[in-house]
């Protein structure tokens, strides 16, 4: 019995020395990850692609939302100094279902620190709608006709650069 309680203490032991050392690879990972981000952001624009799929026959009431809902907040943003630039693209051609998208819309922020601070957008948006239950009520109907949106940051990549 004694032997079976050695055993099992050794493998606890092992279990545990595991798991310091699984966390202690992660926080090392995130820091760097971290640091990373900081360096590459912090003088440099960082961009964002935002990708909306409305359902079938809803794209261009989206996209009239999108305009008259969220488009103003970006420019605010970019007048705030957050944001360099946003742009909206669509395809020219159709796609397969599963890889269809109705609008990209890019986001270029000042850095990458801007673009995940947080930032809390809602004093904006109650001074551009000051009837606040219209506001929530379109952009409740804005969400609702999405069958997807996903965010995907974005880098530049120098071909010349070996």
């Not at 050794?10 to 760097?32: Q, Y």
């Not at 952009?139 to 999405?146: D, H, K, N, S, T």
């Amino acid at each position: 019995m004694q032997n079976g309680i050695s055993k099992a203490k050794r493998w606890l032991a092992a279990a545990a020395f595991g798991m310091v050392a699984l966390l202690w690879s992660c926080t090392i990972g995130a820091g760097a990850r971290q640091s990373a981000m900081a360096a590459e952001g912090k003088e440099q624009p960082y961009a964002i692609e935002y990708y909306y799929k409305a359902k079938w026959g809803h794209a261009e009431e989206f996209l009239a939302l999108f305009k008259k809902n969220h488009y103003p907040v970006l420019k605010k943003e970019i007048e705030l100094g957050r944001m360099l630039k946003v742009s909206m693209t669509v395809p020219r051609y159709h796609t397969t279902e599963d890889g269809r998208w109705d609008y990209r819309v890019t986001i270029v922020f000042k850095s990458a620190a801007i673009a995940n601070d947080n930032f809390d957008s809602s004093a904006v948006i109650k001074q551009l709608y000051p009837d606040q239950e219209t506001y929530k009520k379109e952009e409740q109907r804005r969400f609702e006709i999405l069958e997807a949106h996903w965010d995907l940051p974005i880098k530049d990549l120098d071909l010349d650069v070996r």
